[in-house]
């Protein structure tokens, strides 16, 4: 099939998204500029990619010698695929002054489902899988997102459309004059930059895993209540379900399974939770995702346990969860005991590790 062809397939499909991953009035490209706004003059972090065939991308050996194109997708995102004969265009005539990099988000994919999507369109651009140091260095929020970074190795541009604005992004950076290498105080800063970024990121400083106890974090709620993830004073079960609330509605056009795995996970959960004394924790992640969005799903299927926002993804990334719907559960001191994913639900899977 022709990137035209794709093209068209998808572009009626596309507006769907609009209301399942997006509030009116609050748009993808808004989402992506504001969860930008803090990057845009600041040194690229020098992360080292890895690619869906093993190899490696040093994004530090690029700056100050290319402006570096990077761009967030999924293989389940419409607008993602609406925009791939952009970014393939974009990586074909870029020459030597761009670097065009795609990065699955690696949120409900695979690397072989990256491959066979590359195949079945035939992408010819390096395309990286995000273990989420790249989604936490760059603000990832929406899908997709780009980020342009100019030759001196600066964040130039944060945005979710392949408009103008990306154009105009693109030829300002491979433009502008560059210099061989960094200058020192640039260069410092960028060495320091995963550093600042591991010492706020939960997720970098451990993984936490099935016969490892709980941590102590207390993330908020979207009522605004402190959910204590060990609790000492407390006997009960804790468990954890980790979800999008865009799933069930916007993935089943795309991905009908996981649609239908999430509806089964809330279903069950809001069926034991109501019998069982557990300490409930619904986690969201903060991907095409805000507060208002998760109050909006907790009201559509009345949603009785407590809910909490994972915008920097600290918590996904901390508990090694990249696939909705997943739960844990810790037993009375913390200790967690076991993690159910979609492949593992039953109606009794709830029933059975609760008390």
């Keep these: 099939m022709t990137f035209r062809g794709a093209a068209l397939i998808v572009s009626i499909a596309g507006l769907a998204w609009s209301s399942a991953g997006a509030s009116a009035g609050d748009s993808g490209q808004e989402r992506a500029e504001l969860a930008g706004r803090s990057l845009i003059g600041t040194p690229a972090p020098p992360l080292v990619l890895t690619t869906v065939d093993g190899g490696t ?176 004073s407390s006997t009960r079960d804790t468990i954890l379900v980790f979800l999008s609330p865009w799933c069930e509605s916007y993935l089943a056009t795309t991905r009908p399974a996981v649609s239908a795995d999430c509806r089964r996970m809330r279903e069950q959960v809001s069926a034991a939770a109501s019998v069982h004394k557990a300490r409930w924790l619904g986690i969201a992640s903060g991907l095409w995702a805000a507060p208002g969005d998760l109050r909006e799903y907790r009201a559509k299927y009345r949603i009785e346990i407590p809910l909490t926002l994972d915008e920097s993804g600290d918590l996904f990334r901390s508990f090694d969860v990249t696939r909705v719907p997943t739960a844990l559960i810790a037993d009375g001191s913390g200790r967690i005991v076991r993690r159910i994913e979609a492949r593992d639900l039953d109606a009794h899977t709830f029933g059975e590790a609760t008390r």
Aim: charged share 20%.
């Design 57 to 232: 991308i040093d994004l530090g050996q690029l700056y100050g010698k290319q402006a570096v194109y990077l761009k967030f997708w999924a293989t389940w995102c419409v607008p993602c695929r609406q925009q791939m004969p952009h970014l393939e265009h974009t990586y074909e005539t870029a020459g030597p002054e761009l670097a065009v990099i795609a990065i699955n988000s690696g949120f409900n994919d695979s690397v072989e489902e990256i491959r066979e999507y590359r195949n079945k369109l035939g992408l010819t651009l390096p395309i990286a899988f995000d273990d989420g140091r790249a989604a936490a260095a760059f603000h990832l929020r929406v899908t997709p997102q780009h980020v342009v970074i100019g030759r001196d190795g600066k964040i130039r541009y944060v945005g979710h459309l392949a408009d103008e604005r990306l154009d105009a992004a693109l030829l300002a950076a491979r433009t502008e004059a560059g210099t061989a290498a960094l200058p020192d105080s640039l260069a410092a800063a960028q060495s320091a930059a995963p550093a600042a970024i591991a010492s706020a990121s939960l997720a970098t400083a451990r993984h936490y895993r099935v016969g490892d106890h709980l941590p102590p974090e207390a993330p908020l709620t979207i009522d605004g209540t402190p959910f204590r993830l060990s609790d000492a």
